[in-house]
T-cell receptor, first 115, second 114 residues
Framework: DGGITQSPKYLFRKEGQNVTLSCEQN?????MYWYRQDPGQGLRLIYY???????QKGDIAEGYSVSREKKESFPLTVTSAQKNPTAFYLC??????????????FGPGTRLTVL | RKEVEQDPGPFNVPEGATVAFNCTYS??????FFWYRQDCRKEPKLLMS???SGNEDGRFTAQLNRASQYISLLIRDSKLSDSATYLC???????????????FGKGTKLSVKP
């Protein structure tokens, strides 16, 4: 099946720890994105990557880091510098044509809770 | 200013009702418009893209008004399974490179009752 997978589904972290969230896609999409969603809020862009080995900060990149070593994979690390990391994290991917931004498709998300 | 605004609701409607949501956006240069559906504690899923000429998919109709910078979603003959939060999404040119990135509204919650 083609799609986007995220793991783990639920993650608990102690304060001061770094954690890495996995995102993999087999849709052959060029672009990948990480969003954060807090209760009652819209999605906020953390980082995005349009091609392999390149990524850009979104609106709320502080306290997060990413890598894009393979087209299929875009892991997100939540560092101890992120002051309020408890949230629902969503990964998405899209084709990145020379035209308009294409539709984004989402993975099932990871719920991170800091204890 | 990059912004997409929606009425958060909730819209509580009986089965079979017709319900409409509106969404306004601030960037007049936006080119792509979408409605996504998000169920409780799940990921957003594309409901439909919105084209300049308007488009229909079964019970769902989307309209775009570029002059007034708003898009709408009409749901006819509401089903219990339509209960969800509906996200208005707009491509914002100049935000995130030359092709722009998507800006998500906070969503409108719909609850369809028997």
């Amino acid at each position: 099946d083609g799609g986007i997978t995220q793991s783990p589904k639920y993650l608990f972290r102690k304060e001061g720890q770094n954690v890495t969230l996995s995102c993999e896609q087999n849709l052959n999409h060029d672009a990948m994105y990480w969003y954060r969603q807090d209760p009652g809020q819209g999605l906020r862009l953390i980082y995005y990557s349009q091609i392999v080995n390149d990524f850009q900060k979104g609106d709320i990149a502080e306290g997060y880091s990413v890598s894009r070593e393979k087209k299929e994979s875009f892991p997100l690390t939540v560092t101890s510098a992120q002051k309020n990391p408890t949230a629902f994290y969503l990964c998405a991917s899209s084709l990145r044509d020379r035209g308009i931004t294409d539709t984004q498709y989402f993975g099932p998300g990871t719920r991170l809770t800091v204890l | 200013r990059k912004e997409v605004e929606q009425d958060p609701g909730p819209f509580n409607v009986p089965e079979g009702a017709t319900v409409a949501f509106n969404c306004t956006y601030s960037n007049s240069a936006s080119q792509s418009f979408f409605w996504y559906r998000q169920d409780c504690r799940k990921e957003p899923k594309l409901l439909m893209s919105v084209y300049s000429s308007g488009n229909e998919d079964g019970r769902f109709t989307a309209q775009l008004n570029r002059a007034s910078q708003y898009i709408s979603l009409l749901i006819r003959d509401s089903k219990l399974s339509d209960s969800a939060t509906y996200l208005c999404v707009v491509n914002m040119l100049g935000y995130g490179g030359s092709q722009g990135n998507l800006i998500f509204g906070k969503g409108t919650k719909l609850s369809v009752k028997p």
